[in-house]
T-cell receptor, first 113, second 115 residues
Framework: DQQVKQNSPSLSVQEGRISILNCDYT??????FLWYKKYPAEGPTFLIS?????DKNEDGRFTVFLNKSAKHLSLHIVPSQPGDSAVYFC????????????FGTGTKLQVIP | GAVVSQHPSWVICKSGTSVKIECRSL??????MFWYRQFPKQSLMLMAT?????????EQGVEKDKFLINHASLTLSTLTVTSAHPEDSSFYIC???????????FGSGTQLSVL
């Protein structure tokens, strides 16, 4: 039972353009959402997060949007850079995001120079 | 620098042997640590929660006798894959929450290959 889903396994974007990664969740009890970036054979690194009481959080080139009614969140990267190429995991938590998290299936982003 | 250290980074073993993976929190104490497993092109799936001083809590479908977890100190949790088989080949990752700033840190992962 995949409670956090990323329906696009891969995404290709031109350098300088916007990358939009999407994530859907099924459990309305999740109260914290996170995005992680992961390279092969490495652990995930935290990117940005958002509490369920907010609908937007911005950090530099990264913005996360949360639509609670639709149980949907998205990560916007603008402008996209080749160094952004990686697998991005959406994650959700019941406990403020710093304990157990449930990961999505991942989206492999390729930014083309 | 790394906040959570995981060793080894990769290990190859023969079928039937046991493999121990260590996860250490470097600058903080962690009463709880989490172990994940990732199969190729799949999500990271939580296997178990390691609790210092008490038994680990396993997720549904994870064999506790096969994946032994020991949280012997506030900075160290170990995962032992017992009697490993080729189907146990996977990428194993630990994580530890740091209470003082409520951040979750991940180890660099261990790639296990069972021949």
């Amino acid at each position: 039972d995949q409670q956090v889903k990323q329906n696009s396994p891969s995404l290709s974007v031109q350098e300088g353009r916007i990358s939009i990664l999407n994530c859907d969740y099924t459990n309305s009890m999740f109260d914290y959402f996170l995005w992680y970036k992961k390279y092969p054979a490495e652990g995930p690194t935290f990117l940005i997060s958002i509490s369920s009481i907010k609908d937007k959080n911005e950090d530099g080139r990264f913005t996360v949007f949360l639509n609670k009614s639709a149980k949907h969140l998205s990560l916007h990267i603008v402008p996209s850079q080749p160094g952004d190429s990686a697998v991005y995991f959406c994650a959700a938590s019941f406990s403020g995001g710093y304990q157990k998290v449930t990961f999505g299936t991942g989206t492999k982003l390729q930014v083309i120079p | 620098g790394a906040v959570v250290s995981q060793h080894p980074s990769w290990v190859i073993c023969k079928s039937g042997t046991s493999v121990k993976i260590e996860c250490r929190s470097l600058d903080f104490q962690a009463t709880t640590m989490f172990w994940y497993r990732q199969f190729p092109k799949q999500s990271l799936m939580l296997m178990a929660t390691s609790n210092e001083g008490s038994k680990a809590t396993y997720e549904q479908g994870v064999e506790k006798d096969k994946f032994l977890i020991n949280h012997a100190s506030l900075t160290l949790s170990t995962l032992t894959v017992t009697s490993a088989h080729p189907e146990d080949s996977s990428f194993y990752i630990c994580s530890a929450p740091r209470d003082r700033d409520e951040k979750l840190f991940f180890g660099s992962g261990t790639q296990l290959s069972v021949l």
